[in-house]
């Protein structure tokens, strides 16, 4: 069982930057498949982004060049940067993970295993 905590969410104003971290208790951090999605209000929850075991990463359109994925493997943190906030940004924001085992599209909610509870992150105009 994997553990993920976020935190770093707050009120932001459009412009600003953000980094969200995620931290899970698992001593085999460095084998997981990490990934961010985020639910609006009134909306459905959609994938931002993810980082594979190797360092690969992968973005949602919606952010790229804005948003950058990282992981600490030596802290088992995984790390959302966030710059040039929007107020469409406004979400609860899951971080997410999966073994090695699991395959599947990487920006795919249904082919994660573990979800933290989520941080809230606010844009205002």
């Known amino acids: 069982q994997v553990r993920l905590v976020e935190s770093g969410g707050g009120l932001m104003q459009t412009g600003d930057s953000l980094t969200l971290s995620c931290a899970a208790s698992?001593?085999?951090?460095?084998?997981?498949?990490l990934a961010w999605f985020r639910r609006a209000p009134g909306k459905e929850r959609v994938f931002v982004a993810a980082?594979?075991?190797?360092?690969?990463?992968y973005y949602e359109d919606f952010v790229k060049g804005r948003f950058t994925v990282s992981r600490d493997n030596a802290k088992s943190i995984l790390y959302l940067h966030m710059s040039s906030l929007k107020p469409d940004d406004t979400a609860v924001y899951y971080c997410?993970?999966?073994?090695?085992?699991?395959?599947?599209?990487?920006?795919?909610?249904?082919?994660?295993?573990?979800w933290g509870q989520g941080t809230r992150v606010a844009v205002s105009s």
């Open positions: 698992e001593v085999t951090f460095n084998s997981l498949t």
């Open positions: 980082i594979t075991s190797l360092g690969a990463k």
């Open positions: 997410a993970a999966r073994g090695p085992h699991y395959a599947g599209n990487i920006d795919e909610g249904a082919r994660y295993e573990y």
